[in-house]
């Protein structure tokens, strides 16, 4: 650690190249019903506007009978047009803030048919909410093989959705501000085609799902240069791989089809001028290895309760990876808050102190988190921000 005083944007880049940091960088990721949780309970907003809406989105979906409406509504906090769930993060201590290059899911229209709200997004992908607070994929866009190659992308060049990004950071011009851009395998799996679909074609039709992740990665490759063109200094690649302690598809796979193309948006995201972040869910350990050959800067969620051991892979790993981890939002729901504590303060220690190290969720906190873990994880924070347990 060093006495000079750097921004957070300035904080995130040293992390991510090992360079000396005056304190460890945080990132405080909120999904939007904790966010209108957080406002309405924990901590108000210094936008009053903010706090009224969540007061309201929280009041009416806190009830075992809310209806559909109301369980939406708090989805409003992840308007990208100001950002509000993840814009509060900053009011709490974070040092990057996430940000997409449209709306949420990119919404072109939202309406009622059955009773039930549906949503369709910027890739043909239809949604509705399940029973949960996600909106869930109901109809993919793609439903066969001639589709991969018919499949026509939305214009990315449309200046409009960047705008986000001119937004933050003409308000947080000291921030580090994410751009999210979606990794050939997830997303095309889960929503663009369907997972079974998709697990099918890789042994039926190889070449042709090859071709489409090909077309996928450079629409993303355009998407993520007029991003960063826009303000962004972090491309955040969402490309989930894994289960609970084993990948989503073999490796050998996963090395034939995947990750061609996660090596092309690392390439492209470090030619743009901005630092490589995956975000990547379930079991990282087997990946380690290639994502540190691809010259990834920072991998991004490591969940513990996936199989994934923090210690083990910074010490083989940490000189060339920056992990963001340490706050781990899924077992952390059932922690108690002293627990949880001092897990968040081992993992600084382990790693935190040393550089490559941005102390973060695991993942998007969540409403269900216990008010005593929630002022546990920020009061922590605060805590290590000041140097307490330096």
Request: aromatic share 12%; hydrophobic share 45%.
């Amino acid at each position: 650690m060093t006495s000079m005083q750097l921004t957070s944007r300035e904080r995130i880049h040293a992390a991510a190249r090992g360079l000396p940091l005056d304190r460890v960088p945080v990132f405080i990721w909120i999904n939007a019903h904790a966010g209108a949780k957080l406002m309405a309970r924990f901590r108000p907003s210094r936008h009053p506007l903010w706090n009224a809406l969540a007061r309201l989105a929280w009041s009416r979906f806190d009830r075992p009978d809310a209806a559909e409406f109301w369980r939406l509504l708090p989805l409003a906090f992840d308007v990208h047009t100001f950002n509000f769930a993840n814009a509060y993060g900053l009011e709490l201590g974070s040092d990057m803030l996430f940000a997409s290059y449209a709306t949420p899911w990119g919404y072109t229209k939202i309406y009622r048919e059955g009773g039930h709200f549906l949503m369709r997004d910027l890739y043909g992908v239809t949604r509705a909410l399940g029973q949960g607070i996600y909106p869930d994929m109901i109809a993919p866009a793609i439903t066969d093989v001639k589709g991969l190659k018919d499949y026509r992308f939305p214009d990315p060049a449309d200046p409009r959705l960047y705008n986000v990004f001119r937004r933050c950071r003409a308000a947080w011009p000291g921030a580090s501000i994410a751009a999210e851009v979606w990794g050939s395998q997830d997303f095309v799996s889960t929503s663009l085609i369907g997972m079974e679909r998709f697990m099918m074609w890789l042994v039926d039709y190889p070449d042709e799902i090859k071709a489409f992740m090909r077309r996928w990665t450079d629409h993303h490759i355009e998407v993520l240069r007029h991003s960063v063109q826009a303000g962004a200094d972090v491309v955040f690649i969402e490309d989930d791989y894994g289960y609970d302690n084993r990948p989503l598809i073999s490796i050998p796979m996963w090395k034939e089809f995947t990750y061609p193309e996660l090596r092309r948006l690392i390439d492209a995201a470090h030619e743009a001028g901005a630092l490589a972040t995956l975000h990547s869910c379930g079991y990282q350990m087997p990946f380690l290895e290639h994502y540190a050959a691809a010259g990834l800067d920072m991998l991004q969620s490591f969940q513990p309760q996936a199989g994934n051991d923090f210690k083990s892979a910074y010490e083989q790993f940490g000189g060339r990876i920056t992990f963001i981890t340490g706050i781990d939002i899924q077992r952390g729901e059932t922690m108690s808050a002293q627990d949880l504590k001092q897990e968040i303060i081992a993992n600084y220690r382990l790693a935190g102190k040393k550089g490559h190290h941005v102390l973060a969720f695991t993942h998007e906190i969540q409403h269900t988190m216990p008010d005593a873990n929630v002022r546990a994880i920020f009061d922590t924070v605060a805590q290590i921000q000041a140097g307490e347990y330096d």
